[in-house]
């Protein structure tokens, strides 16, 4: 049998960053080795079995929501930008598209707006859904990640992305700081909002950490450059009112 029907949505998946690969494939496959299987499994079996691409999109839910008349994420993404339908009880559509008017800027869609921007700035995806251990986990992770490239580079490139980002000597020290100082509450070597995706939904639990593992947010890096221009802007405008 023919899989070509497959390779439009599969290459708009794939491009698109929202099946987490190496999450997914841990979390329904078995081991994270098995990542480049994770976009043709969600396709074919994974999407009508009910397993997440990422922690915000659920299909049962989504199917639920309409009344079975759709159940994949491309659905969601192309018919239900307007509305007050919801992919899952992690992100509420109507909700957050009240609570963030500005998410037209930059995307066609509420939820990728949320998931490219919204989630890295620490917006909630809903009421009473708590991301500050992932959020916070993520820029220790980034702006020891840049310290880092940037001590390890030649200073004719460090320049450069210097140039590139905006970063002044001040921002740098003030990274060092805000790495070395942040708070993530960790017990026994565990983050004490992680909780694994499988298990029911309760009130101010981190909802990303219940699907991440909290050991390995390597995946993030290709979103650095990206990010870090954000990042600056946030922390520069914290220390002026400070």
Not at 7 to 30: F, I, K, N, Q
Not at 113 to 121: I, P
Not at 138 to 153: E, F, G, Q, S
Not at 177 to 202: C, H, K, N, W
Request: net charge neutral; aromatic share 14%; glycine share 6%.
């Amino acid at each position: 049998m023919s899989i070509a029907w497959l390779w439009p949505d599969y290459a708009r998946l794939r491009s698109s960053g929202l099946v987490l690969e190496r999450d997914y494939a841990a979390c329904y496959l078995g081991s994270a080795k098995l990542a480049r299987l994770s976009v043709p499994h969600y396709l074919t079996i994974g999407e009508r079995l009910g397993y997440r691409p990422n922690p915000f999109f659920d299909p049962r839910y989504f199917a639920k929501a309409t009344d079975g008349a759709h159940r994949s994420l491309l659905e969601y993404l192309d018919h239900y930008a307007a509305g007050d339908v919801s992919p899952s009880r992690e992100f509420e559509h109507s909700w957050y598209t009240w609570q963030n008017p500005d998410w037209c800027r930059n995307h066609e869609h509420p939820f990728l707006h949320f998931y490219f921007e919204g989630l890295t700035q620490g917006r909630y995806p809903a009421p009473g859904i708590d991301n500050n251990s992932y959020t916070n986990l993520l820029v220790v992770w980034l702006l020891r990640t840049a310290l880092r490239v940037l001590d390890t580079l030649t200073p004719t490139q460090a320049e450069a992305v210097v140039r590139r980002v905006g970063v002044t000597a001040e921002d740098r020290r003030r990274w060092q700081s805000i790495a070395t100082r942040m708070f993530v509450p960790f017990r026994d070597g565990l983050l004490l909002q992680f909780r694994p995706i499988e298990q029911p939904y309760r009130q101010q639990q981190d909802v990303s950490l219940r699907y991440f593992d909290p050991a390995d947010v390597q995946h993030w890096a290709s979103f650095l450059l990206g990010v870090l221009p954000c990042i600056v802007g946030d922390l520069r405008g914290q220390a002026s009112e400070a």
